[in-house]
């Protein structure tokens, strides 16, 4: 877990992590599960679908591997969107709750990119001078969405690239595809942290309501099609 690598304990860390461990009512962690499994299931296939990509490159199938980047592309995108969406749902929701949970800056020694290190030292910098837990809150769910996005775009154009032939350094191409992929990895498991918390502080007649508004379908937005498969990169 994401709180097994914090240092030093304090009484913030310890409300934060005793919120993780603590077990959900019934109604509560049914939704925690629905939601969760959603995303797992996504991640899973995106994560297999990209394993499959590399595994074609080593081989020296680098049509293929190109053409499984493509799909592992729109699997990665499909997960940003729901965690996306997540997000959304829980900023929302979260102007209706007075007594938020307490949240913890995001560590910039759980990501590799330049992306999720940058996100996770400016959550720090303003979570040390924002003043009260709701703030707090709001803004680290703003920069996890934020940062899922970049994530998600910039997956999307190193895929694009790889495809078109159009990597001068193809061997950085795919090493970034990689470091995306665990970036990624990271938002999500701080999302199901976030989630599980959220729902502690959430009064039991507005389950119902959040659990409709996790379940909205998140518009995806225009992309441009991957160009046709070559041999060139890879």
């Known amino acids: 877990m994401l709180f097994k690598r914090r240092r030093a304990p304090s009484s913030a860390r310890r409300r934060a992590y005793d919120d993780w461990i603590a077990a959900l009512p019934r109604e509560k962690n049914q939704v925690f599960e629905k939601t969760v499994r959603g995303w797992e299931c996504s991640y899973a296939m995106m994560s297999v679908s990209l394993d499959d990509a590399l595994s074609q490159r080593a081989r020296g199938e680098l049509v293929c591997a190109q053409q499984q980047v493509a799909v592992t592309s729109e699997l990665l995108l499909r997960l940003a969107r729901m965690l996306v969406g997540g997000c959304a749902a829980l900023s ?28 996770a030292s400016w959550n720090n910098l303003l979570h040390n001078v924002l003043l009260g837990d709701r703030s707090r809150f709001f803004h680290k769910i ?11 775009s910039e997956f999307a154009q190193a895929a694009y690239d790889i495809a078109g032939g159009l990597c001068v350094q193809p061997a950085a191409c795919w090493e970034q595809l990689d470091y995306l992929h665990y970036d990624l990895n990271t938002c999500l498991r701080e999302s199901e942290v976030i989630l599980k918390s959220f729902l502690h502080a959430l009064p039991a007649d507005q389950l119902s309501v959040f659990d ?18 070559t041999r060139v990169s890879a």
């Open 92 to 119: 929302e929701r979260g102007k209706r709750v007075v007594n938020l949970p307490i949240v913890r800056p995001l560590d910039t020694a759980f990501f590799r990119g330049d992306t999720g290190q940058s996100a």
């Open 142 to 152: 703003r920069i996890l969405s934020n940062t899922v996005e970049q994530l998600g």
């Open 212 to 229: 409709a508004e996790l379940s909205r379908p998140t518009v995806a937005p225009k992309s441009r099609p991957l160009p046709r498969a």
